[in-house]
Structure formats: C-alpha cells, structure tokens
C-alpha cells in the first residue's frame, strides 16, 4: 500500500497548520466549498491574503487562538501517493497528543521559523521523534520570505540544529532541511526561484521520492498476536479454524514452524490468507489469516511466532512511559496494560526518573509523574506478556496503561530490555 505517514511539529505561529494547509492548496486537495470557506474567513480577518490554517485548524478553540491543540489527522493524494499527515500540536501542555500523533508515523517535518532558529520547543519536538525511533526526520525553515530569503539565516539554523543532533541517543541520520515559506507557497510543492542558492528538491519532491520500504520497520522476526479466532461452523466450513491478526515484523509462510505463546505448542503454518486470497508470504504489516496444520487451542491475546525466534516472556518489565492522565502516577497505583489485545493487571513498583525533553538530563526517583512527563518505571504483571525491546521491535515494544475506575488510557509505554 503506497501511503507515507508524516507527523508535523513545531511551535507556536512557525506555521504548520498553514504549511499543511497550502500542501493541501497546490495539490489540489481541498474542496471548493472549503476554498470559499477559507476565503470568507480570511476576508473577515482582514487578511489580504487565503489564511490556509483555517484548513487543519479543527477546533472552535483552536481557530479562536489559531493554535493546534488536538491531533487532527488530514488525507490527501498526488499520483505518485498517498498521504496522511498528523497535525500535532507543539505546545509543552500537549506532548501526549504529539506522541500519539507521531507514534505510528514514518517520517516527521518539524518547523523551524526562520526569524527565531532552534528554540526550546525545537529540542522536545525532536526529543519526542527519537525516543519514537522515527527514521525520517524533515527541518523545514518556514518563513523564508520574513528574512528576506537569505541563505545565512538557513545555515545557521541547519548547523544548530546539527549541533541538537549530537545530544541524541538515537543514531537519527535521515535529516533533510528545507527552507519554505508556507505563505508564499516557496518550495511546499514546487521549487522557488527566490533561492537560487539552495538546489535540493521542494518539501513535496522530497516526499514523493522517500522508499517507504527503507521506512517500514521490520525486526527479521515474526511477531503475530491473536486478535480473532475464526469458527465459522457452517456446512461449508464445518471444521474450518483459523486465525486473524495483524503480523509485525518478518514474514510468515505456509510450512513454517511456530510456537503459540504462551501454552508453548509447537505447529506448522497450513495456510496464509489476505481475505480470501492464498499468500504464499506473509510481509511484515500484512493484516493475514493464518491455518495451522494441527488442532491446537488458541484464543484472542496469545501470540504465534516462529520457533527459534522467541520474544521475551517476562511479568516484571522496565519501561519508558509518557505520562497522558491529570491523576498524577505514584508509585503502588494500579492500572490495566494492554499490549495488543492481551490485557493484564498491573502495578507501579517504583518511578526511576523523570527524563528532560531537552536532553538536559533526568531527575531520579521523583515522588510523582505528571501530565505530559516523561520517566523510566517498573511495573509487575500479573501474569506474563509476550515482548521485545522497544528499540528492536516498535509495535511488539509498546503498550498502554489503562485506569480500571475511568477506562481512560493514562500512558503510552515503550518496553526496555
């Protein structure tokens, strides 16, 4: 399936709302009811110009404050491909909703305003797409046209943002910095003449060019947690059994041998299915049906991968979590975490620390993790999970924790081995 998904960050008024905005213009994207929706609004603002946030910009609050507070998730096509783009907020008080909004993206644009360089804010958006491990990271310098196009103002920007890179724990070597103006629509779509010293591609180019398979993240090993067991119990399919889920990470084929955790039965793979159609190779990301050769009990939340390529099954983990709850986190609480569909009762052992966003450090054992903190804790199962390490498998390396009186989702975790 040939869709890119991109994560947006940036400040406040770096002009990612409109960024995305005249992505949408110059593809032509948006509707004409919403063109003159645009137009309207920005006639009654004054503006001599089309206000294109107005096209992410959801929100009653958002519009009156022309901030981004949710993530707002918008869709458009060139012919080359696809694209969903997550418009996520910037703002330190919504960090949770910037790691939900780039948790499942492939690449990042993150805007720098060409007037003001890399600011704190900068070193959080940046923070939050490594400890995500996203492979493409996107500079785009908006507001070219503000500092009269000049390419000392872009170096400068590239080298500190260079500099940011080096205090990264994450090996990020996919950076790209492009200098736009959202604005004036200067290398969004189509490349500007008003920078003749720059010769890379615009931000579009850019996008229609990346391998989505160098993006896609694929452990080697097969990962296939149980979401439906299928009986149909017809005449047709009397004895027909099978399984459905989504795999992450490897592939999966007829014959070979797989271990179902957490009973440990050993079988081969009888059949690989994409809705009805036989596979002779599962790949990674498929959504798949599979048969087993033999008549071996699996339910919804076990998981089957090859044998010889066992995850870790362990109940007491250490995890990196983003704290998404008003309720603080202490030590002792209890929570329900869910890893895929299996879902087990937890306890908070202890919070090791609290980790700065700004790559300034950490502070050790905190009383408490607040919203939007980020920290390193322990919590015990009561029974096992099925996992690897964040760092190795992305989706097999991830989990929620749940509150069992509210049955709000209270973090988003990320397992450490």
């Not at 920005?42 to 609050?61: H, N, Q």
């Not at 724990?169 to 910095?177: G, L, S, V």
Request: proline share 4%.
């Amino acid at each position: 399936m040939n869709v890119l998904k991109i994560a947006t960050a940036g400040s406040v008024d770096d002009g990612k709302s409109t960024l995305i905005g005249r992505l949408l213009y110059d593809t032509n994207s948006l509707t004409e009811d919403k063109l003159q929706a645009i137009a309207e609004s920005s006639r009654k603002k004054g503006f001599d110009y089309l206000d294109f946030s107005l096209a992410t910009d959801g929100l009653v609050a958002e519009r009156e404050q022309g901030i981004t507070i949710d993530v707002a998730h918008i869709y458009f096509s060139t012919p080359a491909r696809s694209y969903i783009v997550a418009d996520t907020p910037g703002h330190v008080e919504y960090t949770r909703n910037m790691v939900t909004g780039a948790s499942t993206s492939q690449a990042a644009i993150i805007l720098i305003d060409a007037r003001k360089g890399v600011v704190e804010q900068t070193y959080r958006h940046f923070f939050i797409n490594n400890l995500l491990r996203v492979k493409e990271v996107i500079v785009a310098v908006n507001k070219m046209d503000l500092v009269d196009y000049k390419q000392g103002v872009f170096d400068g920007i590239r080298e500190a943002f260079e500099a940011l890179n080096e205090n990264s724990t994450y090996d990020q070597q996919r950076i790209t910095y492009i200098p736009v103006s959202a604005l004036q629509g200067d290398n969004v779509v189509r490349k500007s003449g008003k920078m003749s010293w720059y010769t890379g591609p615009s931000l579009l180019q850019y996008l229609e060019g990346l391998d989505l398979a160098q993006l896609r993240e694929d452990s080697g090993t097969a990962r296939f947690p149980v979401q439906l067991v299928i009986r149909p119990k017809t005449n047709d399919f009397h004895d027909f059994r099978a399984y459905a889920g989504k795999l992450y990470g490897g592939t999966l084929k007829p014959d070979d041998e797989v271990t179902i955790l957490p009973s440990g039965t050993r079988s081969r793979i009888k059949e690989v299915f994409f809705f009805d159609r036989p596979l002779s190779e599962a790949a990674p990301g498929s959504s798949i049906t599979i048969t087993l050769e033999d008549d071996v009990n699996v339910v919804r939340g076990d998981m089957i991968v090859k044998s010889g390529e066992k995850p870790v099954v362990e109940k007491d983990l250490r995890a990196t979590i983003c704290w998404m709850d008003q309720k603080p986190l202490r030590a002792g609480a209890r929570y329900t975490l869910q890893h895929h569909s299996n879902k087990v009762a937890s306890k908070i052992i202890s919070l090791d620390n609290t980790v700065a966003t700004d790559y300034s450090g950490h502070v050790d054992s905190p009383e408490a993790l607040g919203l939007n903190e980020i920290g390193e804790v322990q919590i015990k199962l009561a029974k096992p999970i099925y996992f690897d390490d964040y760092t190795q498998n992305k989706e097999n390396g991830t989990f929620i924790l749940i509150d069992p009186q509210t049955h709000h989702t209270a973090a988003v975790g990320f397992l450490n081995i």
